[in-house]
C-alpha cells in the first residue's frame, strides 16, 4: 500500500512538472510570437519567420521551460537503472529498428494528420506547409536544434527524468507513460503514432542500459536523417519545378498550346536524373524501414523485451501511473497544443 501511495506521488510530481514545461514553454513561445509580429514589418517578419522560429524554441520551450521542468524535479528521489555496456552490433540494430518504427509510424501519422485536416478544412498543402517549415531553414540550424538540442532535452525530460524516479514501482508502467506522454509531447497527429513507438522503445532501451547517452545517440541519428539527410535529398526532387510542372501540365490540359508541350518535355528533360535520384533514395529508405519494422515484430514474438514486473504493475500500476491530478494536468494540456495547432492552421 505505501508503494502505490509513493507511486502516486512520484508520477503525480512529474507529470505537474511536465505539463509546466509543455505549458510554460508552449505560452512564451506564443507570447513571443506575437510580439515578434507585431513589431516588425510584415516584410521582416516574412524574412525571419524561419530562424525566429527556431529561436523561440531555444530559447523558451528548450531552454526557460527545460530549466523549470529540473527545478521542479530536483528534490525527488530517483534510482538510475543499473549500466550495462551494448555493444556496436545490438546499437546498430536499435537504430534498424528505430527505421521501421519511423516508417510505420510516420505511415499512419501522415493519414491520421491528412484525415484531421480535411476535418478541419485545412488544404494538404497549407499542412506540408507548415509541418516542413524547418525545410526553408538552413542546415546549421537543422542540425544544432533539431539534430541535437531536441534529443537531448526530450530524452532527458521523458526517458531519464521519469525512468529514474518511476521504474523501481514496475518498469511497464514507466515505459507505457513515457510513450504516451512524449507521443502527446508532439502536438500533431503527424508525429504521435511514431513518438508512441519510438518513446517506448527507447524508454526499454535506457532501463536496459541506464546509459542516458544511449538514448540521445539514437535520437540524434533518427533526427539528423529525418530533418537533414532526408531533406537534403527532397532537394534533389526540386519541388518548385515540380509544381511548375504540374501548372504547365493542367494549362495544357485545358489549351493544347503546341509551345507549352515543348516546354513541359523540356522541363520533365531536365528533372528527370534529379526524380531518378529520389526515387532510388526512397526505395531503399523505404526497404531498410520494412526490415527494421520486420526486425522489430520478430523480437516481439520472440519475447526479446522482457520487463520487470512490480506488484500489480500491468494494471493497477499503469492505471496509478496515468490517472493521477498531475497527469489529468498534463493532458489536458497536450491535447490544448493539439487543439491550437489545427486551430491555428484551420486559420491560416
Not at 80 to 105: D, R
Amino acid at each position: 500500500m505505501e508503494d502505490r501511495i509513493n507511486m502516486r506521488i512520484s508520477y503525480q510530481r512529474y507529470a505537474f512538472a511536465a505539463a509546466a514545461f509543455l505549458a510554460g514553454g508552449t505560452i512564451l513561445k506564443l507570447l513571443s510570437s506575437f510580439a515578434f509580429r507585431k513589431l516588425l514589418s510584415p516584410e521582416t517578419v516574412e524574412q525571419w519567420k524561419v530562424p525566429f522560429s527556431f529561436l523561440n524554441d531555444m530559447i523558451f520551450l528548450y531552454g526557460i521551460a527545460f530549466g523549470l521542468f529540473l527545478l521542479m524535479n530536483r528534490n525527488m528521489d530517483k534510482q538510475v537503472p543499473e549500466q550495462h555496456k551494448i555493444g556496436i552490433g545490438k546499437f546498430l540494430l536499435s537504430v534498424l529498428i528505430l527505421f521501421g518504427i519511423n516508417g510505420f509510424g510516420s505511415l499512419i501519422g501522415s493519414v491520421a494528420n491528412r484525415t484531421v485536416m480535411k476535418m478541419t478544412g485545412v488544404s494538404a498543402a497549407t499542412g506540408e506547409m507548415v509541418q516542413n517549415l524547418s525545410f526553408d531553414s538552413s542546415v546549421l540550424l537543422r542540425i544544432l536544434v533539431l539534430g541535437l538540442l531536441v534529443p537531448i532535452v526530450e530524452e532527458i525530460v521523458f526517458r531519464k527524468v521519469l525512468i529514474d524516479r518511476t521504474a523501481k514501482y514496475g518498469e511497464w508502467a514507466a515505459i507505457l507513460t513515457s510513450a504516451i506522454m512524449y507521443a502527446l509531447f508532439q502536438g500533431s497527429f503527424s508525429l504521435f503514432f511514431y513518438a508512441l513507438i519510438m518513446g517506448g522503445f527507447l524508454a526499454f532501451i535506457y532501463l536496459r542500459t541506464g546509459k542516458v547517452w544511449v538514448v540521445i545517440a539514437l535520437h540524434m541519428i533518427m533526427n539528423l536523417f529525418n530533418y537533414v539527410l532526408s531533406f537534403f535529398m527532397a532537394g534533389f526532387s526540386n519541388k518548385e519545378n515540380l509544381a511548375l510542372l504540374e501548372e504547365m501540365t493542367e494549362e495544357y490540359a485545358k489549351t493544347g498550346d503546341a509551345a507549352l508541350k515543348q516546354q513541359m518535355e523540356a522541363l520533365s528533360a531536365q528533372i528527370k536524373p534529379q526524380l531518378m535520384t529520389y526515387t532510388v533514395w526512397m526505395y531503399v529508405v523505404g526497404g531498410i524501414c520494412l526490415a527494421g519494422m520486420i526486425v522489430f515484430i520478430i523480437l516481439l514474438f520472440r519475447k526479446k523485451f522482457r520487463l520487470e514486473y512490480a506488484e500489480h504493475d500491468v494494471f493497477q500500476g499503469s492505471r496509478v501511473a496515468l490517472i493521477n491530478p498531475g497527469m489529468s494536468v498534463y493532458f489536458f494540456v497536450a491535447v490544448a497544443v493539439f487543439v491550437l495547432y489545427y486551430v491555428r492552421l484551420s486559420l491560416g
